[in-house]
């Protein structure tokens, strides 16, 4: 069964960074795909950025592209997301998932498992 945990959220000021991780358990992932999501107050869950565990292959979203870096460490079976300059609207609670197969999606249907999210807040 796989588990998905994600730590690293907090508090930060507009500007400001967080890496966020997710350590998985329960599979061998090197046929995975990984995803970040993230939902805010009152809308819907969205795609963040996504890597392919074997290869490393990365989409990510317009609106975070330049400012984060998805990477995986595959020694601590961990998923990180790395977010830099931050703004007020990237304030959500954020997701990782994971989804078996070789091609990576950006679609939250195509994933299969989640955790249980992290808040990240952005005072401006």
């Known amino acids: 069964q796989v588990q998905l945990v994600e730590s690293g959220g907090g508090l930060v000021q507009a500007g400001g960074s967080l890496r966020l991780s997710c350590a998985a358990s329960?599979?061998?992932?090197?046929?995975?795909?990984m995803g970040w999501f993230r939902q805010a107050p009152g809308k819907e869950r969205e795609f963040v950025a996504t890597i392919r565990w074997s290869g490393g292959d990365t989409i990510y979203a317009d609106s975070v592209k330049g400012r984060s870096t998805i990477s995986s460490d595959n020694a601590k079976n961990t998923v990180y997301l790395q977010m830099s300059s931050l703004k007020p609207e990237d304030t959500a609670v954020y997701y990782c998932a994971a989804r078996r197969g070789a091609t990576i999606h950006t679609t939250s249907q195509q994933y299969e498992n989640w955790g249980q999210g992290t808040q990240v807040t952005v005072s401006s």
């Open positions: 329960g599979r061998t992932f090197s046929s995975y795909g």
